[in-house]
Structures are given as structure tokens and as C-alpha cells.
């Protein structure tokens, strides 16, 4: 029997689109079944209006986006929504997939039911401005890559250095059968449920990761910023505790927490037991730093950088000057320290 005549009368349907299929479609029609609405529903891949008719909610295809009727395309002439339009206090103004419409609607009911359901009896209550935090941090990091691929939005202008063909958009566009090897329809809607698996673990790890490992991060951070002048008396050195995923909220936490003068470098101990500098970058995505460690002491090591930088204990700076490390905690200050000196 056909994909589009498998209907189980009695379960949700989920349609969308036959054919080749993409990234956004799969992660729409995944998130869906999150929800216990649809987590029993049947997906229908067709163009057949009727049948389309016939689906308790349609993604990527029928040419309408009204959240109403549970309709949810993005092809239809004159769509032009972005997380701004649709609600201005979201910052994003990339066009959005199926995958961004249906995130848009659904997201927050669907990240509470995967912490609710990510550690067995244990059940993770998300107060609201945590799981809005959550929803705005995934968008940013997982749907937005997904909605602008499938949109055909450059990361870049002009000609780009290199091609990434590793993501997931690319790697579920290689589950489609290559153009000479024939495949039933039956057959392609089995490549489709393996799609919806790949995109959709990778959703749930990230959801997973961003609750129980960034977020957590946040207070860590915030309390090393709040102790700067402790560490050094320029208050742009923090000393981390506990090196944890930093960047994201150092950047937000500068500007909440009043900081006037950007922070410079952080020294943090690493697991072998010697302590680290790094630089800050000009931001969160960024290979340029706010500064970086000096010149001369860059692809040295040991005995050797020791000497030129008149510090005891150094094991090596990075070429880069992005990174650095010494034998103890004040060996480390004293190197981030010394990098200050011509400020």
C-alpha cells in the first residue's frame, strides 16, 4: 500500500509534501509528534489537495499559512515571515521553513515535553522565562540554520572561503534517493521516517543540551564577572571556577550586569591540573578576539616562553594568541596580566 493511502481513521494526520524531500519538512513534521496530540499521528506524503484536506495539520505544502486551520507553508507568494514579524520581540528576521512555523507555534509545548520526558520518572519543571530562554537559544543555534537553508539565505556575501556540506540540512538531503536509482513511493516515505529520526535526535540532544548543560552554565559565569575586581584591579580578568560553556552568556551578562569596561581574558583550571588564559572574542561566533595574548610569546612553549615573558611556570600560547596556559593560578593572572600591561 502507498504512503499517501496508509490512513488510519480514528489518528491525527500529518501532511506534507511528497517527492524529494528536505530538512525543514522532517523537523515540522517530528516536532509535531512530540506533542500528545499528534504522537500517535500518521504522515501523509502527498500533492493531492484532497488528501491534504482530508490531514489534521499540513507543513511545507497547500500554498497557505493560517495557524487556525493548523496549515503551515512558507512557498506561497507574498509569505514573507520571519520570528520578527510574526512577534517583534524576537530579533530574528530570517525567513522562515515549515520547521520555523511550526517551531513559532508549538516550540515552548514541545521543549516542555521533551525535558518532562528526557530522564525517565525524573520530570524537569521549566518555569516560563526558562523555557522562553530555552526557545529563543535552540532557534538561534538549531532552527534559524534550517529555516535559511531551506529559504536559500547565504550565511555570507560575496564569494564564500569554503562550503560546509555536514550539516544536518545536507545530510538529510542526502537520505533522498540519487537520481539514478529508482525508488517506490512506499519506499522514499520509509527514507522520510529515518529523516524525521535524524533531525529529530539531534532537536532532542540540543534541547537536552542547552537545559542541562548551558543554562547552568549561566550562574558560574555571572558569578566570575561579578568577582572580577577580586582577581585583578582592571576588572577585565575573571577567573572561572569551574571552566563551563561561557561564551554565549558572558556576552549577555556584560551588558545586564553593567559592565563598562569589556572583559579581556578568562583563566580557568584545566582537568590535567594547570591553568588556562583565554581570550574573549569580539563576540560569541567570532575568531577575532578583544585581545589578543602578545605577539611574541605566540608558538612558544615551556622553558623558552617562560624567558621572553619573564613569568615562571608557562606551558605554551597558542600560535593564534588565542589561548595560553601555565603551571599555576598565578602564573596564569600574571600572563593575563602582563597582556594588559600596554593598555
Not at 499528534?38 to 489537495?49: N, P
Not at 521543549?111 to 519543571?125: A, M, P, Q, Y
Request: charged fraction near 25%.
Amino acid at each position: 500500500m502507498s504512503a499517501i493511502k496508509r490512513i488510519c481513521t480514528g489518528a491525527p494526520k500529518i501532511g506534507t509534501h511528497s517527492g524529494t524531500f528536505h530538512c525543514d519538512e522532517a523537523l515540522a513534521c517530528f516536532m509535531l509528534r512530540l506533542l500528545p496530540k499528534y504522537k500517535d499521528a500518521r504522515i501523509i506524503r502527498s500533492r493531492d489537495k484532497d488528501v491534504l484536506n482530508d490531514c489534521d495539520v499540513v507543513v511545507d505544502v497547500g500554498g497557505v499559512y493560517d495557524p487556525e486551520s493548523d496549515r503551515f507553508d512558507h512557498h506561497q507568494r507574498g509569505f514573507n515571515h520571519s520570528l520578527n514579524s510574526l512577534n517583534p520581540v524576537y530579533e530574528f528576521t530570517t525567513k522562515l521553513s515549515s520547521a520555523g512555523l511550526v517551531y513559532y507555534h508549538f516550540g515552548i509545548p514541545v521543549i516542555r515535553e521533551v525535558l518532562n520526558n528526557s530522564h525517565g520518572d525524573s520530570k524537569t519543571l521549566v518555569d516560563n522565562s526558562t523555557a522562553e530562554e530555552l526557545f529563543v537559544k535552540i532557534y538561534r543555534s538549531f532552527i534559524q540554520e534550517i529555516d535559511a537553508i531551506d529559504n536559500g539565505i547565504s550565511t555570507h556575501d560575496g564569494e564564500s572561503r569554503y562550503n560546509i556540506n555536514s550539516g544536518v540540512s545536507s545530510r538529510i538531503g542526502y537520505l533522498n534517493p540519487p537520481w539514478n536509482c529508482e525508488k517506490s513511493e512506499e519506499e522514499v516515505a520509509e527514507l522520510f521516517v529515518k529523516a524525521m529520526d535524524l533531525v529529530g535526535s539531534e532537536f532532542i540532544d540540543r534541547i537536552n543540551h542547552f537545559a542541562h548543560v548551558w543554562l547552568p552554565a549561566r550562574s558560574l559565569v555571572e558569578l566570575a564577572i561579578k568577582r572580577r575586581f577580586e582577581i585583578h584591579n582592571s576588572g577585565r580578568i575573571i577567573f572561572l571556577e569551574r571552566f563551563c560553556t561561557w561564551r554565549d552568556h558572558l556576552f549577555g551578562l556584560e551588558k545586564s550586569l553593567g559592565v563598562m569596561d569589556p572583559l579581556l581574558y578568562i583563566v580557568f583550571q584545566n582537568k590535567e591540573g594547570s591553568y588556562g588564559v583565554i581570550c574573549v572574542p569580539i563576540d560569541s561566533d567570532s575568531f577575532e578576539n578583544r585581545r589578543s595574548l602578545p605577539e611574541g610569546w605566540r608558538g612558544m612553549r615551556d622553558d623558552v616562553l617562560s624567558g621572553v615573558s619573564g613569568i615562571p611556570g608557562c606551558v605554551f600560547v597558542h600560535a593564534n594568541g588565542f589561548i595560553g596556559a601555565n603551571k599555576t593560578y598565578e602564573g596564569a593572572i600574571a600572563m593575563a596580566e602582563k597582556s594588559l600591561s600596554d593598555l
